[in-house]
């Protein structure tokens, strides 16, 4: 039983049965044979046969009565002591005549599933103990078979396994490489899109200004006003068009900084004072604390300001009127190394916990895009989705880390958000 045990290869099994029998049983030819169908019982191993390959090809047609259907009956060994005698024997024609037959079947899950045929030349040579013999071994060599059997099927699964795990990888790779070819494509289209538009809006914008400075000394109110709303305007669409170029570098890892030493506290006064009209339109309070007491930094002080224009104009835009913005600063260690951490809160209507990583991605819009009010610092003032993907490839460029933090979006009772940006200090 050991030694039947020792192999698991269903290929190897079979002959093994046939040699280990041949040391307790000695006989002259010897086959396995294993039910394929109801129908046909295949030789899968040989022992001793003149012509080993047309041996490998036997077939047993399965008939009603014949032997094997009788051992599968009896369950019993079956011991032919001369086959020319035995009614309905087929002799195979190119094997030469072995009197004594003895067979016995093979069971596995109370089924039969085969049969070891074994012949020897002499009449009446295979005695009643030889069958109990073989017997008793066929018991041992079905169970082994029955291992080997399980064993090529789990190995056939594995195979599958994997080759189904290869097939899906290859095709998320394909996706993926899809998916960056598209958001190249988007990207260089941005960057088309922005160039294109900046030579006319400079124009626009350039003419716009000197006919408002016309009309200023002229004294006409009413031309003043809408050439005004024309600066205006376009003064916006350069906002937009430079955030467009601004994304397309940060796409490209081509953004360009240009690092000094940088005070945070400088930055933040220049940039809150640019909303100071709005600030106060919207009768939001801004301030800051902690940040006069941070070090220098080395950084590009143009990009920099950017975070801080994108953060704060965030703020104001969803925050109710009457609310408050907040930037406070710190140093703080973190994995052993020194960084600023900056806080930017507001009392605004807050960000879905959902919603907290994906806001980085650019053009993305939380809820439906069409409730956005327009206007560029009006409450819940839609914007072109890009202000976090570009403070994000800002900060990251820097080396420091941004991100968002909220209970929940809530427009009754106003959560607010906090946005972290980390800049490392050495
Ligand atoms: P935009 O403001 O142009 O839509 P952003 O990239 O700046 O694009 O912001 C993406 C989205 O993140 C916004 O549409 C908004 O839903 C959400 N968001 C950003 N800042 C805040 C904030 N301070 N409070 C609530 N939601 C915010």
């Given amino acids: 039983g050991r030694a039947l045990s020792s192999s698991l290869d269903l290929s190897e099994v079979p002959h093994l049965i046939l040699k280990l029998l041949h040391d307790l049983v000695p006989y002259e030819r010897g086959a396995v044979f294993l039910q394929q169908d109801a129908k046909t019982l295949e030789a899968v191993a040989n022992y001793n046969f003149p012509d080993t390959k047309r041996a490998q ?236 007491a941070l070090p220098e930094i080395e950084a590009d002080p143009d990009l920099l300001s950017k975070v801080f224009h994108h953060l704060i104009i965030n703020a104001i835009k969803y925050t109710p009127d009457g609310g408050r913005i907040t930037i406070s600063g710190e140093v703080r260690h973190h994995e052993d190394r020194p960084e600023i951490m900056l806080t930017f809160s507001d009392t605004g209507i807050g960000i879905a916990p959902e919603d907290q990583e994906l806001i980085f991605e650019k053009f993305y819009h939380p809820g439906e895009v069409d409730f956005h009010s327009s206007g560029r610092t009006k409450f819940k003032g839609g914007g072109p989705g890009l202000g976090l993907a570009i403070a994000r490839g800002i900060v990251q460029a820097h080396g420091g880390e941004i991100w968002a933090e909220s209970e929940n979006c809530d427009e009754e009772i106003c959560p607010g958000s906090q946005f972290y940006v980390t800049l490392p200090l050495t």
């Fill in 57 to 292: 090809e036997m077939r047993i047609h399965i008939r009603e009565d014949d032997i094997y259907q009788q051992l599968c009956a009896t369950r019993a060994p079956k011991v032919i002591d001369d086959v020319t005698q035995e009614p309905g024997w087929q002799q195979v024609p190119w094997l030469p005549l072995n009197s004594a037959w003895l067979g016995v079947l093979l069971v596995s899950k109370d089924q039969p599933i085969g049969m070891i045929s074994l012949t020897r030349r002499e009449v009446g040579s295979f005695s009643e103990a030889d069958a109990t013999w073989v017997q008793a071994f066929a018991a041992q060599a079905s169970s082994a078979l029955e291992n080997a059997r399980l064993y090529a099927e789990i190995t056939q699964l594995n195979e599958t396994l994997e080759q189904r795990v290869h097939e899906r990888t290859e095709e998320l790779n394909r996706a993926y490489r899809n998916l960056e070819r598209l958001d190249k494509t988007k990207s260089d289209f941005i960057n088309v899109a922005a160039h294109e538009l900046r030579t006319p809006l400079t124009v626009v914008k350039g003419y716009g200004q000197m006919m408002r400075d016309k009309f200023l000394q002229e004294d006409n109110a009413q031309l003043q006003r809408i050439t005004e709303g024309i600066v205006e305007g376009s003064q916006r669409l350069h906002e937009i068009v430079n955030s467009m170029l601004d994304i397309t570098k940060i796409d490209s890892q081509a953004l360009q900084m240009v690092k000094t030493p940088v005070s945070i506290a400088e930055i933040a006064t220049r940039v809150a004072n640019s909303f100071l009209p709005t600030l106060a339109g919207r009768n939001l309070s801004l301030t800051t604390s902690g940040l006069d």
